[in-house]
């Protein structure tokens, strides 16, 4: 299906973005572009990667703190994998920044430190996925390939009025956002899609009337815009209970690191009962006292953890202690902190 504005309206949106294009620490400006100012691939996969399944406002920090302290693809190659998923705490999906580690290493190890220039040799890399490698082959190399995140996909939706539901109306989205992906400056139309659907074309109240191509929007013309997309009914997500243990003594507080696959792998964390197919029993007999409860909401469940805490004298079965000073609670993974917040009070000094 090719709509009858495609080329003026594709040029209408670069126009728009070189007026109009969000700031952001990853991106080089409509103007930098013009002049010959290259995106860094690194930077481009980083901000990718993080962006998914999280917002722009989480990211920003995130981004700053990675690239000041790995500020190429060869220092996050090389960087310790404890150290990694500690700055990642917070972020969320925890596999991205394993698969971080293992696409990082296999650039270096693979193609010298470069990434490949093309969307299908990026597609041979690690955790890059198709929409991950149509991202960084259009943002920083100018390939004609066509990004579609939920920006675009509201974007689409409402410009050609399609009322298939998603997800079942994703393909359709994608053959409609490569009709207007144009062959010169792919990269930074993206962007301009992107952006349209970040502050103009939104989720709610969308503003039709500063809209730069809402004179060829099919669903403003029909007065439905605000109920596209459609979505088909989730079903509701249900709720697991647990426990986690905090155990300490003098001065010190018994850890554990997370097996590598599954929930919040990698990561360290409180002993928990196996809510998640992980862990086991308590790590030591002990006075344990119940402080409180957590609630935490992953993709699939709602997560209820009780919160125990005791001093622990004997051998701990699980987990290894380390000293308090030695601790960030900022590495743990956000439902862990939730649960450190509550204990620490109790904690002997």
């Not at 209408?12 to 572009?33: C, E, F, I, K, N």
């Not at 962007?191 to 009337?209: E, H, N, S, W, Y």
């Not at 018994?254 to 409180?270: D, I, K, Q, V």
Request: overall charge positive; glycine content about 8%; some cysteine.
């Amino acid at each position: 299906m090719n709509h009858p504005l495609s080329d003026p309206l594709s040029d209408t949106l670069l126009a728009w973005y070189d007026r109009h294009a969000r700031v952001m620490p990853w991106r080089v400006s409509p103007q930098d572009r013009a002049a010959g100012v290259r995106p860094d691939p690194y930077r481009v996969w980083l901000s990718e990667v993080m962006l998914q399944q999280t917002t722009v406002a989480a990211v920003k920090e995130y981004f700053h703190r990675f690239t000041a302290r790995w500020p190429t693809v060869m220092d996050l190659a090389a960087a310790k994998d404890a150290e990694v998923m500690g700055e990642w705490a917070g972020l969320g999906y925890y596999a991205r920044a394993r698969n971080l580690l293992k696409c990082a290493r296999a650039v270096v190890a693979d193609h010298g430190g470069q990434f490949p220039a093309t969307r299908a040799g990026l597609l041979t890399l690690p955790g890059i996925g198709p929409y991950t490698a149509s991202a960084i082959a259009a943002i920083a190399h100018d390939e004609r390939a066509t990004v579609v995140d939920g920006n675009v996909e509201r974007v689409m939706a409402r410009l050609y009025r399609v009322e298939t539901p998603l997800p079942t109306a994703k393909p359709e989205l994608t053959a409609l956002a490569e009709t207007l992906t144009p062959a010169q400056r792919a990269g930074d139309y993206a962007q301009a899609v992107m952006d349209l659907g970040a502050t103009i074309c939104t989720p709610r109240k969308p503003a039709c009337g500063i809209c730069p191509v809402n004179t060829a929007c099919l669903a403003r013309l029909a007065g439905v815009q605000a109920d596209l997309p459609r979505k088909l009914q989730k079903a509701e997500k249900p709720v697991r209970r647990g426990t986690v243990w905090l155990g300490h003594r003098d001065g010190a507080v018994l850890l554990e690191r997370r097996p590598e696959r599954g929930l919040l792998g990698g990561m360290l964390g409180l002993p928990g009962d196996g809510w998640d197919g992980a862990g086991g029993p308590a790590p030591a007999p002990a006075d344990w006292q119940k402080l409180g409860e957590v609630r935490h909401t992953f993709t699939h469940f709602h997560l209820i953890l009780a919160v125990m805490a005791a001093r622990i004298d004997g051998p701990a079965s699980r987990g290894e202690w380390v000293a308090r000073h030695r601790f960030r609670p900022a590495d743990l993974p956000t439902v862990m902190r939730k649960a450190w917040d509550i204990a620490r009070d109790r904690l002997e000094a």
